[in-house]
């Protein structure tokens, strides 16, 4: 089934030219792009809301979309609150779908040379203290019916790093407790192997031994991650468990997944790795993007600063 009807919310939009464009750009990134699912979504959703104005201002076709076009369409977002980084990630959006027209010539012009996105301010991810996560990490109760496996996610993505779509598509035979890895697929279903901690080894083995052959069922596959029905969790299952248990934990209520995989990638900066290992580890495709680590390590910029500051 093509990318686009994959829950797409295109269907309330009467079929026109511009429509079909877009139908055709997200399968491009299916297909040949070969971007994840959710990256297709979030692309389709952005330009939902895209086609919905430019149907209202009879822009049928690819072609008659224009610069001031855009910026009006920019600005509309801005009217509405929008964040910054919401406003940009719609213009990367329609970006790449022009980027689509030029390359499959409808377009003869490529207008995406000239349009600017907006500043956005750098914010900070939000770290929790080692002493925050292992409380985290402690919270599942052994009385309750799924403490194995809750206690094995939590373990894991603090050891790994990993997305939560990444750890909710972990498969038993990912895994090689003997040398202590695993294979995860990544964005842009890149594979990458990272390293695991005995802890997380021992939690998932308890899981694995304890749990998961009773949950098992027929449609389970390979999955590590189960549901009580014995389907694999999802990403949004994952993501409130993990919500669920920080609230119980007394912890700040935005904490996240992603969080954790923030926590995971500053405590080992300050436990004093470097910043090529954990980009690699991260699957990172960019350095740059794992930089922004080294400005929430408050502690080792002031141990660097008393180190090497002619006045400490």
Same mark, same amino acid.
């Given at each position: 089934?093509?990318?686009c009807?994959q829950?797409?919310?295109l269907?309330d939009?009467?079929t026109?030219?511009l ?10 990134l ?13 692309y389709g959703?952005?330009?939902?809301s ?5 149907k209202?201002?009879?822009?049928s076709?690819?072609r ?10 920019l600005r ?11 406003i940009k990630?719609?213009?990367v ?9 030029k390359?499959?010539?409808?377009l ?13 301010w750098?914010?900070?991810?939000? #770290?929790?203290?080692k ?7 402690n ?5 309750e ?10 373990e894991l993505?603090?050891?790994t790093?990993?997305r939560?779509?990444?750890i909710a ?6 895994f090689n407790?003997n #040398? ?7 964005k842009?279903?890149?594979e990458?192997?990272v ?5 997380a080894?021992?939690a998932?083995?308890e899981y694995?031994?304890?749990?998961r052959?009773s949950?098992v ?6 999955f590590?991650?189960l ?8 990403r949004i299952?994952?993501?409130?468990l993990?919500?669920?248990y920080a ?6 209520r935005?904490?996240?997944?992603h ?9 080992m ?15 990172h ?6 930089? #922004?680590?080294?400005?929430?390590d408050h502690?080792?910029?002031?141990k660097i ?8």
């Open positions: 089934m093509p990318a009807e829950g797409l919310p269907a939009i009467k026109f030219s429509q079909q464009d877009v139908r055709n750009f997200l399968n491009y299916t297909v040949e792009a070969g971007l994840s699912k959710n990256t297709v979504l979030g959703r952005d330009l939902r895209f086609l919905k104005y430019c209202s201002n009879n822009v076709e690819i008659r979309i224009e610069h001031a076009f855009i910026q009006d369409y509309k977002l801005s009217h509405e609150q929008k964040s910054e980084s919401s990630r719609s213009l959006a329609i970006r790449m779908l022009l980027r689509f027209g390359l499959t010539g409808l003869e012009d490529d207008l995406t040379s000239i349009l600017e996105s907006p500043k956005v750098q914010k900070l991810p939000i #770290i929790c203290s002493r925050q996560v292992i409380e985290l990490l919270t599942p109760c052994p009385e019916p799924f403490y194995f496996r809750d206690k094995a996610m939590l993505l603090y050891a790093g990993l939560a779509s990444e598509g972990l498969k038993t035979s990912d407790f #040398i202590g890895y695993l294979r995860c697929l990544g842009g279903n890149r990458r192997v390293p695991i901690g005995k802890a080894v021992a998932t083995n694995l031994t304890n749990l052959p949950l069922k027929s449609f389970s596959g390979d590590l991650l549901s009580r029905t014995g389907r694999p969790m999802s299952e994952i993501w409130r993990v919500k669920k609230v119980r934990a007394g912890m700040p935005n904490v996240t997944v969080t954790l995989r923030h926590c995971f990638a500053t405590h900066l300050a436990g004093g790795a470097d910043l090529r290992s954990i980009q690699e580890m991260l699957g495709v960019d350095i740059a993007t794992t930089q #922004i680590y080294t400005h929430v502690e080792r910029l002031r600063h008393r180190k090497f500051h002619p006045r400490p």
